[in-house]
């Protein structure tokens, strides 16, 4: 399969790697140091238990790398929600050749932006991962969680062959990868659970056991799930009765020393994905005439710095 990444940092650049080794005919839009690292070295990739170098192809111009893509290939999109309008052109240009998109971003909404942005609904798929990735240096990323796991299916639903093809191609190259009929609903429980521990860890400026550790941190964490869940039911989402309870054991399962990329992007005076996870909670329940009030307020306080700003 022809692999395309469009956006080759930690999460894509960790599955373009895997991909390659696996025999893939991987290519990497990439820029800057990165692409000149990529070009002269391969890429390095770093997991807890080894690292390799991926030979992959690389260029700055989306063209040069898309002209032979066809049905069976595919684009993954894997960039920061806030940079999503910046990539839909690439992205629209590998699905105009007819390759599927795979967006693997936070959030919910990515499939419907990229359709607004010129993409053609029809070749992009539903998708999701768990994982702790990043770029640590030009040409270098690394996984730093034990879980690797990606999650694809239709938005409309049911069954799919070009989703099991995905889910199959990644699954052979060693990630826990499968394809579901309902990715909505998989969609919204992850996103339930990684907005509300990022509004909470972000607003106390910790991580998630130092937020669990007094009743007002678990009351704020409980406010933030309930909110969440509230505005997901209300889009015509259906989650479980116990979904709350879910999240809740999760978040109490995770290690004390936790901290959602959000408020390490805080913490490194980055910008956050705020606006895609609280920001959308909030939009979401204005639309429905629901309160949000945790996650009113991360929209507002988290944002982080803007690019451009000083």
């Given at each position: ?253 995770l290690p004390p020393a936790m901290r959602p990329s959000l408020l390490l992007d ?45």
């Amino acid at each position: 399969m022809r692999i395309a990444i469009i956006g080759a940092g930690g999460v894509g650049g960790y599955y373009g790697g895997l991909l390659a080794r696996a025999g893939h005919d991987v290519r990497a839009v990439a820029r800057g140091e990165h692409l000149a690292a990529i070009r002269a070295r391969g890429l390095e990739v770093r997991t807890p238990d080894e690292t390799w170098t991926a030979t992959i192809a690389a260029s700055d111009d989306p063209a040069a790398l898309a002209a032979d893509f066809g049905r069976d290939d595919l684009a993954v999109v894997a960039v920061k929600t806030y940079s999503l309008d910046e990539v839909a052109p690439a992205a629209a240009l590998f699905a105009r050749r007819g390759a599927t998109v795979l967006p693997l971003l936070n959030g919910v909404d990515a499939a419907e932006r990229l359709a607004a942005r010129g993409v053609p609904a029809e070749r992009v798929l539903g998708g999701l991962t768990y994982i702790s990735a990043a770029r640590v240096a030009p040409g270098v990323v690394e996984r730093r969680s034990p879980f690797q796991r990606v999650t694809v299916g239709e938005l409309a639903g049911g069954a799919s062959p070009r989703a099991e093809r995905v889910a199959a191609a990644l699954a052979g190259a060693g990630v826990e990868a499968r394809a579901v009929d309902d990715v909505a609903l998989e969609l919204w429980q992850k996103f339930v659970f990684i907005a509300s521990m990022a509004a909470v860890c972000g607003l106390v400026r910790a991580p998630i056991g130092a937020v669990r550790a007094t009743p007002l941190g678990r009351r704020l964490i409980e406010r933030a799930v309930r909110e969440a869940a509230a505005v997901g039911r209300a889009r015509g989402v259906a989650l479980p009765a116990g979904e709350e309870a879910r999240v809740l054991a999760l978040l109490e399962s995770l290690p004390p020393a936790m901290r959602p990329s959000l408020l390490l992007d805080l913490e490194a005076g980055a910008r956050t994905e705020v606006d895609d996870l609280s920001g959308a909670v909030a939009r979401f329940a204005a639309a429905a005439g629901l309160e949000t009030p945790i996650h009113d307020t991360a929209a507002v306080a988290l944002v982080g710095r803007r690019v451009g700003d000083a």
